[in-house]
């Protein structure tokens, strides 16, 4: 299947053509705080991150106010061990009264700013603030009727695939392209946090891309930039982080997400890996050309008068290079040289008989 290699989001072209997407995942780091919000938007954007994602719902619309059973978060592995969904989301919500002003300090200073919506009433809102795109988180990627409302807006889809099958993955794809979709990204994604490297297998990549023909990123919850460089080496071309101000300052999500300087790294370093990939090709780039001169040739390393015949003893492979090729040297042993050849001239056929 051929991937759709048409993909803009707020005009901004997502492809193999041009350096990964990089999105910064406020989530629920603005601890609260509309300041810090803002505060947020003004570092991702002077880190160099193309674009700022929040997320769109409130406690209700994600669950009920239960502190029992399965509503109690009782894993003492997990980050948020100890507290209820309710509690946890109501922790982490944006009001959505924030949406207005933080999208409008990210296109202020250059990003696009967009959100994942968990309901209908989300997109909604969302519509009511003309997001250029949507992006749909890996808990919810079997949500088949959230998903064709979000389709049928006709805008760029990110879908995070973590937890997904192939089969559910198919039937996601399915539903977004029969709802309306036609500029789709999917994101490999580990749903844990933080993720390990060795749990990432990015190596899945470029087979999403081959079975769903679109274009493929990676949600990356690990820690560092390592796992996100080299999946663009495999071809992702969007990369989503979580990020913060301060680690150290707590938050939901703080443990796993990027600081500046860090995200900063990310942008530039993704961008290499990119600028790295290039295209299949052998023999010297025209920057290389200079450096030709620098390979091992064949010279003459002893003074030769006419009739001297050639030996290892006068003739060896050194550099530079502009002389004959070293492969040569059997082909010239024995012969005699046609005229007197002073030491370090390179080798070349007029000067023998």
């Known amino acids: 299947m051929a991937t759709d290699s048409t993909v803009r989001i707020a005009g901004r072209p997502i492809g193999a053509g041009t350096a990964p997407f990089v999105i910064a995942e406020m989530s629920g780091n603005h601890n609260q705080s509309l300041d810090r919000a803002l505060a947020i938007v003004d570092a991702a954007a002077k880190s160099g991150a193309h674009a700022l994602k929040i997320q769109t719902y409130t406690p209700d619309t994600m669950t009920l106010d239960l502190d029992e059973r399965e509503f109690h978060i009782a894993d003492p592995n997990s980050l948020w061990a100890g507290t209820s969904l309710y509690k946890l989301y109501g922790e982490a919500y944006t ?17 696009i700013p967009f959100s994942t919506p968990f309901d209908d009433s989300a997109v909604d809102f969302l519509e009511s603030l003309e997001v250029p795109c949507y992006k749909i988180a890996s808990f919810e990627n079997t949500d088949l009727p959230l998903i064709r409302r979000v389709a049928a807006t006709g805008k760029p889809l990110i879908i995070s695939t973590g937890m997904a099958t192939l089969a559910e993955l198919d039937e996601t794809v399915r539903a977004a392209r029969g709802a309306g979709c036609r500029h789709l990204v999917l994101l490999k994604c580990t749903s844990t946090y933080p993720a390990t490297p060795a749990n990432t297998h990015i190596r899945t990549i470029p087979h999403l891309r081959e079975m769903f023909g679109c274009e493929v990123g990676l949600s990356d919850h690990t820690m560092g930039v390592g796992v ?30 990027m600081e500046p300087h860090e ?38 390393t002893a003074d ?16 530079p290079g502009l002389g004959l090729a070293p492969g040569f040297i059997d082909a010239v042993m024995g012969r005699t040289v046609a005229r007197a050849v002073p030491r370090g001239t390179p080798l070349s056929w007029d000067l023998l008989k």
């Open 95 to 111: 009001p959505w009264d924030w949406h207005a002003p933080i999208f409008e300090r990210a296109r202020a200073l250059g990003m």
């Open 228 to 257: 996100s460089v080299a999946s663009v080496a495999l071809g992702a071309t969007v990369i989503e982080k979580h990020f913060t101000l301060d680690r150290s300052e707590g938050g939901v999500d703080a443990a796993f997400s």
């Open 263 to 300: 995200m900063a790294q990310l942008v530039v370093e993704t961008e290499r890996a990119w600028q790295a990939l290039g295209e299949v090709r052998y023999g010297p780039t025209e920057a290389e050309r200079k450096s030709l001169q620098f390979r091992r040739s064949l010279y003459v």
């Open 304 to 319: 030769l008068a006419p009739g001297d015949v050639l030996s290892r003893d006068n003739v060896r492979a050194i550099r």
